[in-house]
């Protein structure tokens, strides 16, 4: 029997979104290996909203990083959309990160010398993208609720409006796949509702595939699967609206 990859009518391939396969990441600490992912394995499917929960230290910014191709695991293997990311040269990883994903760090990871606007559109003149990068900037960073401070640079935004430019930083470019760090994690109640409005229609309108690390309860309530991580394992794998996290594991970052 001849092999055949199963497509859809589109003709793209039906692999999942995203695959981690055993990943493990030990580094080494004072003479000793400090075991930080001890083997998490999992596939997302396209247009899933999954939420990464678990205890400040469990190792979700580490998997996430692995999962966006930034950093290389110990062991084990990340396919995204069917490729084996996992040892990329860097120059085609940044052309498939570029294409296909979208990334908020923990820490922003704004460019400081440029405004909101600048920063938005940054990653539009990396490859070829629709349209123009000033008017996509600019509506993006309306839909983050920033439209009247698209000239400030991060030292004159506050943590929050930082935050809400990383998002729109990581839309800018439509990926099929955004991966964000904490992205509520600085927002008042009403921006952090407007963020998860903005993902649950991008999600609907265009397939966009999200996987988000989070201590807010809200976000991991929204996202229609939890999985939770502790002490570089996954402890369970859940339909979030199913099966709440044990209030220990949301509880113990949330002052974060
Ligand atoms: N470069 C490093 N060297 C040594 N230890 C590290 C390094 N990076 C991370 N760790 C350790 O790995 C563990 C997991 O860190 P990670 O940042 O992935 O946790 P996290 O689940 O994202 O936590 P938080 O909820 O606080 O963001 C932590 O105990 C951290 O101290
Ligand atoms: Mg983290």
Redesign the pocket.
């Known amino acids: 029997m001849s092999a055949h990859i199963e497509t859809s009518r589109e003709g793209q391939s039906l692999s999942p979104a995203l695959e981690a396969r055993d990943i493990r990441k030990s580094?080494p600490?004072g003479g000793e290996s400090?075991d930080?992912l001890k083997g998490i394995s999992f596939q997302i499917g396209r247009g899933e909203f999954t939420a990464i929960i678990?205890?400040?230290?469990?190792?979700?910014?580490?998997?996430l990083g692995i999962i966006a191709g930034l950093d290389e695991p110990t062991s084990g293997k990340v396919f995204l959309d069917g490729t084996d990311i996992t040892f990329l040269s860097e120059s085609r990883m940044a052309r498939i990160r570029n294409q296909k994903l979208g990334m908020v760090f923990?820490a922003y990871n704004l460019i400081p010398t440029l405004t909101a606007q600048e920063n938005v559109e940054a990653p539009l003149y990396v490859g070829v993208h629709p349209g123009s990068p000033s008017a996509r900037a600019k509506e993006l960073l309306a839909l983050v609720g920033l439209q009247h401070r698209l000239d400030h640079r991060p030292n004159q935004l506050s943590g929050g409006e930082q935050q809400r430019v990383a998002i729109a930083r990581a839309l800018a470019a439509a990926p099929a796949i955004v991966i964000a760090?904490?992205p509520t994690g600085n927002l008042d109640q009403s921006n952090g509702q407007n963020i998860l409005d903005l993902i649950r229609r991008l999600r609907d309108e265009t397939g966009t595939t999200f996987v988000i690390?989070t201590?807010d309860p809200t976000v991991a309530a929204a996202a229609e699967r939890a999985l939770h991580?502790v002490d570089g394992l996954l402890a369970s794998d859940t339909a979030a609206a199913m099966a709440p996290p044990p209030p220990a594991l949301m509880a113990e970052?949330s002052v974060?």
């Open positions: 580094l600490l400090l930080i678990g205890p400040s230290g469990s190792g979700k910014s580490t998997l923990q760090d904490e690390a201590h991580i970052g974060r």
